[in-house]
């Protein structure tokens, strides 16, 4: 029976419906004709960046894409990639070679939260290899940050593309790529919507293929009042991690305002306050800073308003011994910050944050990105928002102007934040012991910022021969400027630096610089900062420098603390407190233990420092934040080791159970000399030192010290002569000199240890 050829009608109807069963299976095709590893690379920053906007990927997604890239067979990779993250594109872009854009709806279920923000995955298709910015817009979209989006009936949504890091914000120009899209419903219930995709005005398709109208349908959210209790009862204010049982952030970080920062997983909530929750089951992480216990409990979310009770657990407590908290370097504007709506943050979401985390005293300082704003709540005293005992002031870092170049300065306790000669940070000194001489006219508390910025070393030894770089912006000019007195307030001449600031960037760094000028006689103490959102945004103190006060605490006498000595610094998981040589306390009087002759001493402390039973990962913040805990447990232990320390080197140690027990550790330790004596555990607590006076000598410990000392001055001005002004020239020539002059006479003085 001879074959029958389908007429031409039959095989268009025969195509026609095989369009639309395509159209209705939005199954996207696999795109064949592109190269395994760029779609690989970028398949991973597209992953990392959900994970950053707390809205990570399935752990199926990632499953299929690390077995994706361990097939050496380049075609199932590229299709092995597709296939595994085209199911959560709500969006599929094409972009033909004469650059015009169609659109069509993705596979991914279009589900939204009413006022939440959801994200989503879009397929790009570029076979025009367009490098521009693929921009989204939808009729239904409000504009962002518009103050009348409830006036707006039809106005429902709000779309962003996410352009941030890890993600670039053009296209590549690879023949695929994914975008991520950000969608904000502000009601419940089903909605449509029209997106729309463009590379550039004039690049839609003809028609209405440019765009792709989509029927989404938001869950309602549910008011969760909230109940947040300290160990003590009283109520009080914790962070909160909120996640849904595929692991997104409640409030979504994708378009957090103040005080709810969008580089926080956490939020900052005071007891009675709610916050709204679609329905479903959570778990809620809370915590108050390092002195509390992590907790976790479950929340399930249904349709009647809901609350929960967070109950707070201590394991330590330093201000019920006296010891006072706080973080001498906080911004609330630039790094992390945005700089849109408005320039930074208010004082009111930084305190937030402190009590937040039960930090006592915090230090914020204005700078350079958004200066001009935020000079206007300097006010020369503890800010208004302060609520006993939490404590917030305004105060200046010297960075991103002035003798920034030669390391950035923090200037605490000022009366007048301008330096003379104008009105914002463009006529600032180029030589920061210009600056400092200014400052403590003022009677202001002044040290170089994360001091170890510039001058990594070689080893592991304390202290080390090595001589720094000294090129960058820590504790570099610090090496001349700790050799001057200058004027303060009462016309007597006083120390140009008070202290120097660890915690925040490399131990090592830090503490060799800092035992190094001890060992020559330099009185300079430690502090401990942060410097938030900068070097991490994880949290305000994570550097902390814990005061002891006598009486109550305030700004002035917590700065004074930190000017003596009276202080340790800690990220907070161990605690060096009550250290003492002999009857002498640290930071009481000049700290000074007066021996006839070489004998010995006993050294104590009341030490406590938790750990969890397992070991966690330590962070490595960009690669400058060393100081933690965990890094200090001895392997296969929950224990940790306690050092005694004279004139930087490490003379008895002793282990104890990192299990939150405070302990009283004591060393008995034979002094052959004047020295300076010290509680450490490494790398996450120090005490400042106790001087031991032997017959009535400085300390002159090392001439290897003093040599050291010597060459970072040459070394120093090698690296900074050419960022000092013209009109700044011959003082700086001088304020080096006179450096070089110390420790020659320091060198001589010392050349008999």
């Not at 994360?450 to 912006?473: C, F, K, M, Q, T």
Request: glycine content about 8%; aromatic content about 8%; charged content about 25%.
């Amino acid at each position: 029976m001879p074959r029958l050829r389908a007429a031409p009608f039959c095989v268009s109807l025969l195509m026609l419906l095989q369009t639309i069963a395509t159209a209705a299976d939005n199954t996207p095709p696999i795109v064949q004709k592109v190269s395994a590893q760029p779609l690989t690379a970028q398949a991973k920053q597209v992953m990392e960046a959900m994970e950053f906007l707390g809205n990570p990927a399935p752990d199926a997604t990632k499953e299929a894409i690390e077995a994706a890239v361990k097939q050496g067979d380049q075609a199932k990779i590229i299709e092995a990639i597709q296939q595994a993250l085209d199911p959560l594109c709500i969006a599929m872009v094409s972009i033909n070679p004469e650059s015009r854009v169609k659109v069509a709806a993705g596979p991914a279920a279009p589900e939204l939260v009413e006022q939440g923000w959801r994200q989503f995955l879009v397929k790009v298709h570029n076979e025009a290899g367009v490098t521009t910015e693929l921009k989204a817009d939808c009729a239904q979209a409000l504009p962002l940050f518009n103050a009348k989006r409830d006036t707006v009936m039809d106005r429902w949504l709000e779309i962003q593309m996410f352009g941030g890091r890890p993600v670039q914000p053009k296209l590549s120009g690879l023949e695929v790529e994914y975008r991520i899209i950000q969608l904000y419903s502000r009601d419940a219930g089903k909605r449509m919507a029209t997106l729309s995709f463009n590379v550039g005005q004039g690049t839609q398709d003809i028609g209405f293929r440019s765009e792709a109208s989509i029927l989404f349908v938001a869950a309602p959210a549910t008011k969760v009042a909230l109940e947040v209790l300290d160990d003590d009862g009283s109520a009080t204010t914790a962070g909160l991690v909120i996640r849904d049982r595929v692991g997104r952030t409640y409030p979504s970080q994708a378009k957090r305002l103040a005080p709810d920062f969008a580089f926080h997983p956490q939020i900052y909530r005071h007891s009675g306050e709610s916050l709204l929750l679609p329905d479903g089951e959570y778990e809620i992480t809370s915590s108050r800073g390092p002195e509390y216990l992590i907790g976790t409990q479950k929340l399930t979310v249904g349709k009647e308003p809901a609350q929960v009770s967070v109950r707070l657990k201590r394991w330590v407590d330093p201000s019920k011994m006296g010891w006072w908290s706080g973080d001498h370097h906080i911004h609330a504007a630039g790094c992390a910050h945005y700089t849109n709506p408005t320039e930074g943050v208010l004082a009111a979401d930084m305190i937030r944050h402190c009590v937040g985390e039960d930090l006592k005293v915090g230090c914020n300082l204005t700078w350079g990105p958004c200066f001009d704003y935020q000079k206007q709540f300097f006010t020369g005293g503890v800010d208004k928002v302060s609520s006993y005992p939490y404590l917030l002031r305004y105060d200046i870092e010297v960075s991103g102007f002035g003798s920034h170049q030669s390391g950035h300065l923090v200037l605490l306790r000022l009366k007048d934040q301008m330096f003379p000669g104008g009105d914002s940070d463009k006529h600032w000194p180029t030589l920061g012991l210009n600056t400092l001489k200014w400052a403590k006219k003022q009677g202001a508390v002044c040290g170089p910022a994360h001091s170890g910025n510039g001058l990594d070393v070689r080893g592991a030894e304390l202290p080390s021969d090595s001589i720094p770089p000294y090129n960058g912006i820590g504790a570099n000019e610090y090496i001349v400027d700790i050799t001057h007195q200058v004027p303060g307030p009462d016309g007597k001449d006083v120390p140009a630096i008070d202290f120097i600031s660890t915690v925040d960037t490399n131990a090592q760094s830090e503490l060799n610089m800092w035992y190094h000028t001890l060992n020559v006689g330099y009185r300079v103490r430690a502090s401990g900062e942060t410097d938030f959102p900068c070097i991490t945004g994880e949290r305000v103190g994570m550097g902390r420098s814990y005061v002891k006060l006598d009486g109550k605490l305030d700004f002035d006498s917590w700065c004074e603390g930190i000017r003596h000595g009276r202080c340790y610094v800690s990220e907070g998981r161990s605690h060096l407190i009550d250290f003492a040589v002999g009857e002498v306390k640290v930071g009481v009087g000049e700290s000074e233990l007066k021996l006839a002759a070489p004998g010995m001493v006993k050294a104590t402390a009341q030490v406590a420092a938790f750990l969890p039973e397992k070991p966690t990962p330590a962070p490595d913040r960009r690669g400058l934040s060393s100081w933690n805990l965990e890094k200090a447990r001895i392997p296969d232990t929950r224990d940790v080791k306690v050092e005694v320390v004279v004139n930087g080197q490490s003379v008895g140690s002793k282990a104890i159970v990192a299990d939150g027990t405070m302990r009283e550790v004591s060393f008995d330790v034979k002094i052959d000399k004047s020295s300076w004596m010290a509680m450490r555990i490494l790398p996450s607590s120090h005490t400042n030192p106790v001087f031991v006076i032997v017959d009535g000598k400085p300390v002159r410990a090392s001439k290897k010290s003093a040599e050291w000392c010597l060459k970072g001055v040459d070394q120093c001005w090698s690296q900074k002569e050419r960022f000092y002004a013209a009109a700044e020239m011959n003082d700086a020539k001088a304020a080096y000199e006179h450096a070089r002059t110390e420790y020659r006479r320091l060198v001589q003085e010392c050349a008999g240890e």
